[in-house]
């Protein structure tokens, strides 16, 4: 990819090329064949000719007083919101259950928030979204009960989120959890 060049708008004008360079000037085979050129109308290469025309007069265009980008689409922040539910798992070996509410946002692809639990807990977190998912889920307990690090994924489905996580922390051993809650 080129620095600083929207992939989509060059991977237009790539193919666009590409259709320009084989429907214009065909070949028999391109793979080192026998080179000759294969006969077309006319009348194909001013088709191609006036599409490819109104299509690349048609990017990047904006309407007189039109502020907003034109290649930009508006972004999606489905991580950004308030999410509650409930949190199961174990915590050296022993299994729990509680209540857990998140609080995230999301600005482009960086997502950040806070978290407490029912019985008190409580931190941050951060990552990645990639689409749906959230796949390098860092999140950290910065209440004194279980401080420590743990990592995971988390995954938004319409308004519903899905988060598995585990680390060992050194007040409480292996902590292995799992999440579903809802924005509310």
Same mark, same amino acid.
């Given at each position: 990819m ?14 666009l ?38 299509l ?23 991580f ?35 978290w407490?639990? #029912? *019985?008190?807990?409580?931190?941050? !977190?951060?990552?990645? $979204? /990639?689409? +749906?998912?959230? %796949? ?30 585990? #680390? *060992?922390?050194?007040?409480?051993? !292996?902590?292995?959890? $799992? /999440?579903? +809650?809802?924005? %509310?």
């Open positions: 080129i620095e600083g060049k929207n992939p989509i708008s060059y991977g237009i004008i790539v193919g090329y590409q259709v320009l360079v084989h429907v214009l000037f065909p070949r028999a085979d391109r793979s080192g064949g026998n080179g000759k050129r294969i006969k077309r109308g006319p009348l194909m290469r001013i088709a191609v000719l006036f599409a490819l025309i109104l690349v007069g048609g990017c990047g265009s904006k309407k007189s007083g039109d502020t907003s980008s034109a290649s930009a689409p508006a972004a999606s922040t489905p950004s919101g308030t999410f509650v539910g409930d949190q199961t798992g174990t915590q050296d070996g022993v299994n729990f259950s509680q209540g857990i509410k998140f609080v995230l946002s999301q600005a482009g692809n960086a997502v950040t928030g806070t407490i639990s #029912g *019985t008190g807990g409580s931190g941050t !977190l951060q990552g990645t $979204a /990639v689409e +749906a998912t959230v %796949s390098d889920l860092k999140i950290v307990e910065v209440d004194t009960l279980c401080p420590g690090t743990m990592t995971g994924t988390m995954t938004i489905v319409g308004k519903d989120i899905a988060a598995r996580f585990t #680390g *060992t922390l050194p007040k409480c051993g !292996l902590v292995v959890a $799992a /999440v579903v +809650a809802s924005k %509310s």
